[in-house]
């Protein structure tokens, strides 16, 4: 994917640091197959928009030549 996006359920998101630099490892499925095959995206922390990111919430990764660049949680709107 040269840039786009993908909508996703949050499972869990995992610290990581190498030589003293912390990112995260984002795990997800896809919005149509939330018990389908787990998808990873690393990033940094400051690349995440809303903090309180918490598994079953549904969030978008957008993708810039096939890596992650920020991970979105996606607030659920609801209708009257």
């Given at each position: 994917?040269?840039?786009g996006t993908r909508?996703?359920?949050?499972?869990?998101?995992?610290?990581?640091?190498?030589?003293?630099?912390?990112?995260?490892?984002?795990f997800f499925t896809d919005i149509e197959d939330p018990d389908g095959q787990v998808t990873v995206a690393?990033?940094?922390?400051?690349?995440v928009i809303?903090?309180?990111?918490e598994p079953g919430d549904r969030i978008q990764v957008e993708y810039v030549l096939?890596?992650?660049v920020r991970v979105t949680r996606v607030v659920p709107t609801t209708t009257s």
């Open positions: 994917m040269l840039k909508d996703g359920i949050l499972k869990k998101v995992q610290p990581v640091s190498i030589h003293g630099q912390v990112t995260w490892d984002v690393r990033i940094g922390p400051e690349a809303g903090t309180n990111l096939g890596a992650a």
